[in-house]
Nanobody, 126 residues
Framework: QVQLVESGGDSVQAGGSLRLSCAAS????????MGWFRRAPGKEREGVAA???????NYADSVKGRFTISKDFGKNTLYLQMNSLKPDDTGLYFC????????????????????WGQGTQVTVSS
């Protein structure tokens, strides 16, 4: 059974930075597409970024140039480096994964992923 555990959420001022981590365990897949999603208060869950098995990345337009997704294969850990944070970045951030080489054009679709973490809260104040 796959387990995804997020950490690193915090409260920061606008313009600040945070790095989220997602520790993955319990899977034997040779390939695994992983992504970060967030749910802002009163809004639907939205895709933030995703990374294919070969390290190719995808980003939502709202975070391009500010966020960086990366993966440490040896540690089975996914990261999201978030810089120049804005109040609109506030939300509960989730890690997600699916046994697939490519995340594909639907990388930001919630139903693309089979495995989900519980989330870590990010709050950005102005």
């Amino acid at each position: 059974q796959v387990q995804l555990v997020e950490s690193g959420g915090d409260s920061v001022q606008a313009g600040g930075s945070l790095r989220l981590s997602c520790a993955a365990s319990g899977f034997t897949y040779s390939v695994y597409c992983m992504g970060w999603f967030r749910r802002a208060p009163g809004k639907e869950r939205e895709g933030v970024a995703a990374i294919d098995s070969d390290g190719s990345t995808n980003y939502a337009d709202s975070v391009k140039g500010r966020f960086t997704i990366s993966k440490d294969f040896g540690k089975n850990t996914l990261y999201l480096q978030m810089n120049s944070l804005k109040p609109d970045d506030t939300g509960l951030y989730f890690c997600a994964g699916v046994s697939a080489y490519w995340c594909g054009g639907g990388w930001d679709a919630v139903d693309r992923y089979d495995d989900w973490g519980q989330g870590t809260q990010v709050t950005v104040s102005s």
